[in-house]
């Protein structure tokens, strides 16, 4: 597979073209940036760490069956992935009250709820991922409610599988945000799940394992995502 054209630069990754019409290559780079890009940093090291884990948990679903764009991670910053038709939402899955849901209720972080919540968000920068509901992204076209369900029904599967799962390596899943798209119409679970994209808490001391130690200005960010990456595979990176 050759890298060609880069179709598109976001915040921490790069899209290029390939040589097969069906496959992008996605390069995992060090920028970091908070609350819609107005804080931005490089942390040396991220978009390594960041391409390990979240293709160790894309296999890992992949594993449980759920249908997702992830192909093979090649080398310690690219993965091959499926083109996607992208779906322009984010999907927010809370299991413990945090970040913006804490503020605008003004309830406080870790308060437990009584049932995981499922959130939609347009994707749009410049409007700041503004809430949308499932009767706004209907009629909008942004997806059908036959994709909506397929998304909330991979979307709780996957809160089951990634919350077992990092219960046994003494990680508290707080919350996490997923992309979709489709590809030849099916729809896939795409981008990545990190500690850029999810909440992670040590189960015992309740430290923060993730991006709130770059909004947040916690220090030790690159250890907490090693952390991660260890508690995962077992690597030392
Ligand atoms: O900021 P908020 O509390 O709404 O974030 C909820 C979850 O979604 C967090 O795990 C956060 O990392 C993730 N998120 C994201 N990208 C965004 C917004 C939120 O990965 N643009």
Redesign the pocket.
């Known amino acids: 597979l050759e890298k060609l054209t880069l179709l598109y630069e976001g915040k921490a990754k790069q899209v290029y073209q390939t040589d097969n019409k069906d496959e992008y290559i996605v390069h995992y780079k060090d920028d970091a940036t908070a609350f819609n890009g107005e804080k931005h940093d490089t942390i040396l090291g991220k978009g390594v760490l960041n391409n390990k884990i979240s293709s160790f948990f894309f296999e890992l679903l992949k594993k449980e069956g759920v249908p997702t764009h992830f192909v093979r991670r090649e080398d310690d910053r690219n993965q091959t992935v499926l083109t996607l038709d992208i779906v322009p939402l984010?999907v927010?899955v809370r299991n413990i009250a945090?970040?913006?849901?804490a503020k605008r209720f003004g309830i406080e972080e870790g308060t437990p709820l009584k049932h995981p919540i499922l959130e939609f968000c347009y994707k749009n920068d410049e409007l700041g991922?503004p809430f949308a509901n499932e009767s706004q992204i209907t009629a909008l076209g942004w997806a059908t409610q036959e994709q909506l369900d397929v998304i909330s029904t991979i979307t709780l599967k996957v809160n089951d599988i990634l919350k077992k799962f990092l219960a046994t390596k003494n990680v508290t899943l707080v919350?996490?945000?997923l992309e979709f798209g489709t590809h030849n119409g099916e729809v896939l679970l795409g981008d990545e799940i990190s500690p850029?994209?999810?909440?992670f808490w040590d189960a015992t001391t309740g430290e923060k394992l993730d991006?709130d130690r770059f909004r947040r200005d916690l220090g030790n960010i690159e250890e907490a995502y090693k952390e991660m990456l260890f508690r995962l595979t077992g690597e030392r990176a």
Request: aromatic letters at 6%; glycine letters at 6%; one cysteine or more.
């Open positions: 984010e927010i945090a970040g913006s849901m991922d919350d996490f945000k850029d994209t999810c909440r991006k």
